[in-house]
């Protein structure tokens, strides 16, 4: 089993509309959830993280954590075409450690 | 501005040759990373230093090599025993155990090895 999993996609969301993704991972004591925005040819950009259980809003951005379900997920409100990228869930194990394990990362298209 | 610079963006080498990818930072973060992307993969850790003078392996630290002098530089280098080095190499940084987890990319360094 993977440790983090992601649909690689491609997700197809027309503009204007709420793009979902979401992302498993494996261990229970996972403590801390990233979403990086890749562009094709391009280094990841951070965009949000959450610590807590629960929703964190940026903009038009949410992160869900539910950490009983062992699930983070990524909404994206107004979905434009310039949000068409992949996007990459990390999880760090627990607090003292600072790696990273990436998922494979989702191909989203916002469809003009 | 701050930021992390890796330089080249892209390398070609011949087989056989050992090549150093260069990445540097003046954010004054502790920690920094080495990964390597595939097509289609996500990215792989392979080495890091959380202080200086001091550095990890990753997951698939065989055939690269890394130094620690600067808290501002982490250099990779790229063996001849790497079997497969044609990748998508990233650096990055973060503040550190205190100050959080998050990771900042450098622009990437594309290494061709033919």
């Known amino acids: 089993q993977k440790e983090v999993e992601q649909n690689s996609g491609p997700l197809s969301v027309p503009e204007g509309a709420i793009a979902s993704l979401n992302c498993t991972y494996s261990d229970r004591g996972s403590q801390s959830f990233f979403w990086y925005r890749q562009y094709s040819g391009k280094s990841p950009e951070l965009i949000m993280f959450?610590?807590?259980?629960g929703d964190k809003e940026d903009g038009r951005f949410t992160a869900q954590l539910n950490k009983a379900s062992q699930y983070v997920s990524l909404l994206i409100r107004d979905s434009q075409p310039s949000d068409s990228a992949t996007y990459l869930c990390a999880v760090n194990a627990f607090f003292g450690n600072e790696k990273l394990t990436f998922g494979t990362g989702t191909r989203l298209t916002i469809i003009p | 501005d701050g930021g992390i610079t890796q330089s080249p963006k892209y390398l070609f080498r011949k087989e056989g040759q050992n090549v150093t990818l260069s990445c540097e930072q003046n954010l004054n973060h502790d920690a920094m990373y080495w990964y390597r992307q595939d097509p289609g993969q996500g990215l792989r850790l392979i080495y890091y230093?959380?202080?200086?003078?001091?550095?990890q392996k990753g997951d698939i630290a065989e055939g690269y090599s890394v130094s620690r002098e600067k808290k501002e530089s982490f250099p990779l280098t790229v063996t001849s025993a790497q079997k497969n080095p044609t990748a998508f190499y990233l650096c990055?940084?973060?503040?550190?155990?205190?100050?959080?987890?998050?990771?900042?990319f450098g622009p990437g360094t594309r290494l061709t090895v033919t």
């Open positions: 959450i610590y807590s259980n």
């Open positions: 230093s959380q202080i200086v003078n001091d550095f």
């Open positions: 990055a940084s973060s503040k550190g155990l205190e100050d959080g987890y998050e990771q900042y």
